[in-house]
T-cell receptor
């Protein structure tokens, strides 16, 4: 199946700093990518839908000014957590789908963010 | 998208078949049933999906009832590496541009 990568796989930062997470589709082009957040022992929660060349669509309750999403190309979307706080510590996962075909989503391996 | 109901957890003996049920009684005619699994601290992995016919691939089989209100994912010979949370998701259209909505899933524990 198609491969989606994320970088970094884990990051530890101080409170108040910003962290950028990259999501890349390695062998296919993705006009749409999705960003999820997962807290311990909970399910994945969709944060936003990232569309290449346009503004992201955020889910209710997700602050767009805090979680900046840029989808500059068909293979790269970035999520920047600005002014991170300990409550932002979570597992962040991106996904992308191939155009047409069977409609399945391919997920990245996730990024573990710990804010001290 | 229609809501799904899955048991919170299940155990299975290694080498035996694991049968994971899912109820989706409000599924619409154009919604597919997708199964994903998530091994601890990894991103979800696609397993299989179907509309109304039973499906089989190298990972699993998917049995969908005739009325489409429920389905069962079958792992024919479970191994310890199949221990994971399994998510049943119903989704409008066969379109990669549509998001996936995750419920609680079933935590499958495969035991030696």
């Amino acid at each position: 199946g198609a491969v989606v990568s994320q970088h970094p796989s884990w990051v530890i930062c101080k409170s108040g700093t910003s962290v950028k997470i990259e999501c890349r589709s390695l062998d296919f082009q993705a006009t749409t990518m999705f960003w999820y957040r997962q807290f311990p022992k909970q399910s994945l929660m969709l944060m936003a839908t990232s569309n290449e060349g346009s503004k992201a669509t955020y889910e209710q309750g997700v602050e767009k000014d805090k979680f900046l999403i840029n989808h500059a190309s068909l293979t790269l979307s970035t999520l920047t957590v600005t002014s991170a706080h300990p409550e932002d510590s979570s597992f962040y996962i991106c996904s992308a789908g191939t155009s047409g075909g069977r409609g399945e989503q391919f997920f990245g391996p996730g990024t573990r963010l710990t804010v001290l | 998208d229609a809501k799904t109901t899955q048991p919170t957890s299940m155990d299975c003996a290694e080498g035996r078949a694991a049968n994971l049920p899912c109820n989706h009684s409000t599924i619409s005619g154009n919604e597919y049933v997708y199964w994903y699994r998530q091994i601890h601290s990894q991103g979800p992995q696609y397993i299989i999906h179907g509309l109304k016919n039973n499906e089989t691939n190298e990972m699993a089989s998917l049995i969908i009832t005739e009325d489409r209100k429920s389905s069962t994912l079958i792992l024919p010979h479970a191994t310890l590496r199949d221990t994971a949370v399994y998510y049943c998701i119903v989704r409008v259209a066969n379109n990669a541009g549509n998001m996936l909505t995750f419920g609680g899933g079933t935590r499958l524990m495969v035991k030696p």
